[in-house]
């Protein structure tokens, strides 16, 4: 069924017609035939320097640009039923295969998802592609450790995930450890570094990929999305080794491009760095603005100048950059005239196709909303004063036939670059049931998005938000800013209610993030939420870019210490960022975290003088009570800790309950220290803290563990969790129970102490505690005097300060015969005793459970 016969359909859009597309049509012909020759010349490569794999389609907005990019889409993949004046689309061989990247209501460019696409594209070749497979293994191992790989299939289903899991299972030298289809760990990173680095790869080819190995390197260091977006890279050099005649052909369409352009070219760098990577595949662009990639003065993207990009100079005799025209009068007169009196088309009078064709100008979007308007204007015959407004007026004319909570729903929407029924109807106070009968209408547009499928065009939009206030029923800027801030709440409840997905959170903190930005609203709920999402540094690469003069832009300032980072240089910019002028909540959530960040990095001295001074600005505060308390317990200062807390107590049963286990813990009384954990656990699970949780959980592990009351299933979940929070601490603490459960065993230790290792490695870390502890119990069980010499001397010249922690590892040494390097604190009863015969028993059965 062609386009015109589509018209019959009520639902019909006249952005979908374009009869008069011809020339835009001729020169995507013309460069695909262009770039159809490079690659099968060999010239579309990486080694060469000019890149002509671009053509720029731009125009202003409601000109359908995304609907010519959807069309041409279809149209070079055989799917247009009748092409009209288009005709048959060219044939080559191998056959043409698309990809489409769509940046609707966006602030990001999302390079990892980009570079899955492109894989999918070339996934029914036949072919393998090792290098992208390899590094986009290693990448998401690091930077989503725990979570599966998008089950993502090809254009004819092929499995893409099970492709690059059966790459890696195939040229990976260790036979004996094949992965499966679950989530990619750190480890799982850790041993595709070593293989590469080993040159133990069973691909001879793939030993000589240089750019593998700076890739997996990179990625094991810092797995940021422009390392994502150097994978194109990879899978460019795995194309250039296939036969010519076998190279696949890509088209991608990349629409909406406007959105993640802007001056500090942030979001737009990371595509640049994806096309420029990839010269074997053409990029149909579709924009409201030109690429300025060809400029030689654009220094913030990787790739640019005329002599990389000379097809995209707008001077440029064959400048692949094409502004898109309106549709003629011939064409607006003739879908009119079609759809006049059809498929609940009211009859359309000369005298109103007039007014239409002469107000549209050519817009497709403006024809849409004159029919919408005619079709709800409830007569046979509408009056021709009904139209040829202009474009806003024109909205809100539409707008103003819509029942009273439609339209309420509409102004809803109108502030969300995304939304779905439920946000608005509960926002605007409307029925569910209205909310849904609006996204029907045409003024909406449905996409796939994952959370938040619907859309208004940004015209609508604009035109909506700029009602007059004569209207009846308009909402002022105060009645914008409240439905706002009910929005705001609608998504802080469903963040709470979505304890399970991490990406949905994702999604809705992002959206909360843009209500704040767009209608400089304050939401102090985000500061908690946002700290406790799994890969926090993730989602501070999708948030707008921090600013001096907004709550939320400070916000953003507060979460860009996650950007990119090391636990050094986010202390240095932590320590930085909290010495400018900051809202007080911004700055006693960026000083906590810093202190957080000194007491990791083995100097809680810092952290407590941080802490107090906190504390002495809110001397309520319930967390800093606690945190203060905790501090002065890492430090064995247990006699300021007693006097802490009559000053300052602590009123949060569970966190009381915890502080009193972990002083039960120092004592060597383990069984009595099981409970504190346990229960502050469950209250921070039940409070939507995860991340506080886990930290629970594995301690919980861990003194269970010293307990040997522990089995090997109990292990699985919180070294899950703890990847997929890329909580580094907490995977080597479940790593080192995994090792105890196995310490004396000379097969299966080393194994896990080579996991222990590398995630150590992972996390530009150095060995501690647990592993010495694990360390010490395989060498006592083994009688392996070297390891145990080795061990002993690492923790006797440690320069670190000795937390309450490494008391187990003292007490390995001194029952190995070693004196003991750390005094111990007095015993319950307050007799004096120190706590070593309490230790002792726990080290005699740890050590003789062998």
């Not at 952290?607 to 319930?622: F, H, K, N």
């Not at 009384?669 to 469950?682: D, M, N, T, V």
């Amino acid at each position: 069924m062609g386009d015109f016969d589509r018209i019959f359909d009520p639902h019909f859009a006249a952005v979908d017609l374009f009869t008069d597309r011809g020339a835009e049509n001729r020169v995507f012909t013309q460069a695909l035939a262009r770039h159809a020759a490079r690659v099968r010349n060999g010239t579309a490569v990486l080694g060469r320097a000019a890149r002509r794999n671009v053509v720029v389609f731009y125009g202003i907005g409601g000109i359908g640009k995304t609907e010519l990019s959807k069309r041409l889409e279809r149209w070079v993949l055989g799917e247009l039923p009748d092409p009209g004046d288009w005709g048959r689309p060219p044939s080559y061989e191998p056959a043409v295969r698309t990809v489409r990247v769509d940046f609707h209501g966006s602030a990001a460019v999302n390079a990892v998802d980009i570079v899955l696409r492109l894989r999918a594209a070339v996934a029914d070749s036949g072919n393998r592609f090792p290098a992208f497979d390899l590094g986009l293994a290693a990448w998401w191992s690091f930077a989503s450790p725990g979570v599966p790989l998008p089950d993502l299939r090809s254009g004819r289903g092929s499995d893409v995930r099970a492709q690059i899991t059966d790459t890696l299972n195939d040229i990976l030298s260790d036979a004996g450890a094949r992965l499966g289809v679950g989530p990619l760990t750190v480890r799982t990173g850790m041993r595709l570094v070593d293989a590469i680095r080993s040159r133990r790869l069973r691909d001879r080819t793939l030993r000589d990929c240089a750019p593998l190995g700076a890739v997996i390197d990179q990625a094991r260091l810092n797995p940021t999305p422009y390392v994502a977006a150097t994978l194109a890279g990879l899978l460019s050099w795995d194309m250039e080794r296939l036969p010519v005649a076998e190279r696949p052909l890509v088209v991608a369409f990349a629409d909406a491009v406007e959105y993640v352009q802007s001056e500090e070219q942030a979001q737009e760098r990371l595509l640049n760095r994806i096309v420029h990577l990839s010269p074997g595949i053409l990029w149909v662009v579709a924009s409201r603005s030109t690429l300025t990639w060809a400029s030689a003065a654009n220094g913030l993207l990787p790739a640019s100048g005329p002599q990389v990009w000379p097809g995209l100079r707008l001077d440029a005799p064959d400048a692949q950059q094409h502004l898109i025209g309106d549709l003629s009068d011939t064409d607006v007169d003739r879908y009119l005239r079609a759809a006049s009196g059809t498929a609940g088309n009211p009859v359309l009078g000369p005298e109103v196709i007039d007014r239409v064709r002469r107000g549209a100008h050519g817009l497709p979007l403006y024809l849409d909303l004159s029919l919408s308007i005619a079709r709800q204007a409830g007569t046979a015959s509408p009056d021709e004063t009904m139209f040829g407004r202009p474009l806003p007026e024109l909205v809100i004319r539409l707008f103003a036939d819509l029942p009273d909570q439609e339209r309420d729903v509409a102004r809803a929407a109108a502030l969300v670059p995304r939304f779905d029924p439920g946000l608005v109807a509960r926002a605007s106070g409307a029925l569910d049931g209205s909310a849904r009968k609006f996204c029907a209408r045409s003024l909406v547009t449905r996409d796939t998005h994952p959370v938040f499928p619907y859309r208004l065009h940004d015209a609508v939009r604009a035109a909506i938000a700029d009602e007059s206030l004569s209207s009846g029923g308009a909402w002022s800027a105060a009645d914008r800013a409240t439905c706002a801030a009910a929005l705001l709440e609608v998504l802080r409840e469903r963040n709470a209610e979505e304890s399970t997905d991490p990406e949905r959170r994702a999604y809705l903190l992002e959206l909360s993030v843009g209500l704040c930005t767009a209608h400089t609203l304050r939401a102090p709920w985000l500061l908690e939420a946002i700290t406790d999402l799994p890969g926090m540094g993730g989602l501070a690469d999708r948030l707008p870019a921090p600013s001096d003069t907004t709550w939320i832009g400070m916000l953003c300032g507060f979460l860009e210490a996650w950007h990119d980072r090391s636990l050094r240089q986010r202390i240095a910019y932590l320590d930085d960022f909290t010495s400018r002028p900051l809202p007080d909540d911004i700055r006693r959530m960026a000083l906590r975290w810093l202190a957080f960040g000194h007491r990791l990095a083995g100097e809680p001295e810092t952290a407590l003088r941080i802490l107090r001074t906190l504390l002495s600005e809110t001397p309520d505060s319930e967390t800093l009570r606690y945190q203060v308390a905790r501090t002065l317990r890492s430090l064995s200062r247990y006699d300021d800790l007693a006097r802490h807390l009559e000053q300052h107590p602590v009123n949060d049963p569970t966190a009381l309950a915890r502080l009193r286990s972990d002083l039960a813990y120092d004592r060597g009384e383990i069984a009595a220290s099981l409970a504190g954990p346990r229960e502050r656990a469950a209250r921070l699970r039940a409070e939507g803290r995860h991340s506080a949780a886990l930290e629970n959980e594995v301690t919980l592990l861990w003194r269970a563990t010293l307990l040997r009351r522990t089995a090997p299933g109990d292990i699985d979940a919180p070294m899950r969790e703890a990847e997929r929070y890329a909580s580094w601490f907490d995977l080597r603490t479940a790593l080192a129970c995994k090792a105890l459960l196995v310490a004396g065993d000379a097969t299966a230790f080393p194994r896990v102490a080579a996991e222990a290792t590398a995630v150590v490695e992972a996390s530009a870390g150095s060995p501690g505690w647990r592993e010495w502890t694990a360390a010490l119990v395989h060498g006592l069980r083994l009688g392996d005097r070297r390891l145990i010499e080795a061990t002993h001397t690492a923790w006797a010249s440690m320069r670190r300060h000795r937390t309450p922690a490494y008391i187990v590892v003292d007490r390995l040494c001194v029952y190995a015969g070693y004196p003991s390097c750390r005094a111990l604190p007095q015993t319950a009863d307050g007799g004096g005793r120190d706590a070593s015969e309490g230790w002792h028993a726990v080290i005699r059965d740890l050590v003789g459970g062998a």
